[in-house]
């Protein structure tokens, strides 16, 4: 029993160290530098890729443009009046957070 036992742990233990060679493990980088991206470059979109995804995103109701700093896309819709203004700033964050969560639940 006693060396049954041993020689099952024996076998885990090989199978285990065999494991950790295969051809896929060997040479892969196993230190990384933090907030650096050792990867492979990424490559650099063409104008039609580029126009795919913003129509795309356009279509998604997103105004791209404003979302990232530029001018507005030239196909967004305008602003309706069933939106608020936005609140003031000097609003505590916590209680323009939990005045935001009453009005969306309906109370």
């Known amino acids: 029993m006693g060396r049954t036992i041993i020689a099952c742990a024996a076998v885990v233990l090989v199978a285990g160290a065999l494991a950790g060679c ?15 991206y050792t990867g492979p470059a990424d490559t650099a979109l063409s104008k039609a ?5 913003t129509n795309r995103a356009a279509l998604q109701g997103g105004d791209i443009g404003s979302a990232a700093g530029g001018p507005p896309a030239v196909d967004s819709p ?16 916590e209680k323009a957070l939990s005045d935001r969560v009453r009005m969306q639940s309906g109370n």
Not at 83 to 88: D, H, I, L, N, Q
């Open 22 to 36: 295969r051809e896929e493990e060997q040479g892969r980088r196993l230190s990384f530098d933090k907030g650096t």
């Open 49 to 53: 890729q580029m126009d795919e995804l």
């Open 78 to 93: 305008p602003r309706t009046t069933q939106e608020r203004a936005p609140e003031s700033s000097t609003a505590l964050p």
